[in-house]
């Protein structure tokens, strides 16, 4: 029971996210219950409580027989604002993943061409790290 709050949880998230960001627009239709049933490999019913969820904020219309369809209306600045919310939470999470690019990934890109410089003599190529 608990796994399918979590899922179900994880599926309102997804769609509110992707509707407050305008992956989908008002008069969009969401994907079929089947088909999120199988993206997701949830049963039917986690996927309606997660949607059941969005219809009950306003977010979608979902009659039984019909398609999901968007109808959250959002101005391009009120998106844009909702993005600008969502991303400044987690500037400290970008700052960090930056780091760790440059302490790891960095050198491992590099390393085939310190080779390549050693064998050849080619000495222009620097990194801050060296």
């Avoid at 949880?9 to 049933?37: A, M, V, W």
């Avoid at 219809?55 to 369809?69: F, L, V």
Wanted: include cysteine; aromatic fraction near 14%.
């Amino acid at each position: 029971m608990r796994s399918e709050q979590q899922f179900s949880n994880l599926i309102y998230e997804y769609f509110l996210k992707r509707i407050q960001f305008r992956y989908y627009k008002c008069g969009d239709l969401l994907p079929s219950i089947d088909t999120l049933c199988r993206e997701f490999s949830v049963s039917a019913l986690t996927v309606k409580i997660g949607l059941q969820r969005l219809r009950a904020e306003g977010y979608i219309d979902m009659h039984n027989g019909r398609s999901t369809k968007v109808i959250f209306k959002q101005t391009q600045a009120e998106a844009y604002q909702c993005a600008n919310q969502y991303f400044s939470r987690r500037i400290e999470s970008f700052k960090d993943l930056y780091q760790t690019t440059e302490m790891i990934i960095m050198p491992l890109l590099l390393d085939p061409m310190r080779g390549w410089r050693r064998n050849t003599g080619y000495r222009s190529v620097r990194y801050a790290g060296q």
